[in-house]
């Protein structure tokens, strides 16, 4: 039982450490590409984002695809889950 509490403990600390690293990473985006993150993290779909701030749903995926490279993510879920404890709505 203590090792398993303890491989637990190890594996949330691990956790924390990436998502860590992954809001320090957040001031590598430029500013369109955090503009993005906010409305993701809003629940807009890339047709949604783009209507909104006049580009193609192309280009939000464009956008979308650095974000993910530059943050070590791979889908918008972690991407909004990451925005908003960023923005301590959590």
């Keep these: 039982m203590r090792r398993a509490i ?3 403990f190890t594996r949330h600390k691990n956790l924390n450490h990436h998502s860590d690293k992954r809001m320090e990473r957040l ?4 500013a ?3 503009q993005i993150v906010n409305l993701v993290s809003e629940g807009l779909s890339n ?5 909104q701030l006049k580009l193609t749903d192309g280009t939000i ?4 695809h650095n ?3 530059k943050l070590g993510i ?11 404890r960023r923005d301590g709505r959590t």
Excluded: C, D, P, Y
Aim: aromatic share 4%; net charge positive.
């Design 6 to 8: 303890t491989q637990a």
């Design 27 to 30: 001031s590598l985006l430029t």
């Design 32 to 34: 369109r590409e955090r």
């Design 61 to 64: 995926k464009v956008h979308l």
């Design 74 to 84: 791979s889908n918008r879920t972690s991407l909004a889950a990451l925005a908003i």
């Design 67 to 69: 974000v993910f490279e």
């Design 47 to 51: 047709k949604a984002i783009a209507r």
